[in-house]
């Protein structure tokens, strides 16, 4: 069992910073692939960022690309989703989710585990 447990959201103006957090519990930390995904009021969850259990390979969303980085520390049992150069449009409440796939993909469905999620405001 892998539980999740995401921070560092918050408020901030358009083209600031934040860093998430995402923690676990799990021992086999190391052996998942971890994904950032957020959802807007009235939107489906979208994919943001997904990074493979070893950090050598990671994808991102279109429309982050550039401005968000996934890393993680596997010594820490952390995820983390640097964004910069925040927009309105990417205010969402944002998850973390851990897939027993090392390589995980772009697609929700697949993850087993998901944090709670923290809320990103970004005003304009």
Not at 3 to 29: E, I, K, P, Y
Request: hydrophobic share 30%; glycine share 12%; charged share 20%.
């Amino acid at each position: 069992q892998v539980q999740l447990v995401v921070s560092g959201g918050g408020l901030v103006q358009a083209g600031g910073s934040l860093r998430l957090s995402c923690a676990s519990s799990g021992r086999a930390f190391s052996n998942y692939g971890l994904g950032w995904f957020r959802q807007a009021p009235g939107k489906e969850r979208e994919f943001v960022a997904v990074i493979s259990a070893s950090g050598s390979s990671t994808d991102y969303a279109d429309s982050v690309k550039g401005r968000f980085t996934i890393s993680r520390d596997n010594a820490k049992n952390t995820v983390y989703l640097q964004m910069n150069s925040l927009k309105p449009e990417d205010t969402a409440v944002y998850y973390c989710a851990a897939d027993r796939n090392p390589r995980p993909t772009r697609n929700k469905g697949e993850y087993n585990y998901w944090g709670q999620g923290t809320q990103v405001t970004v005003s304009s």
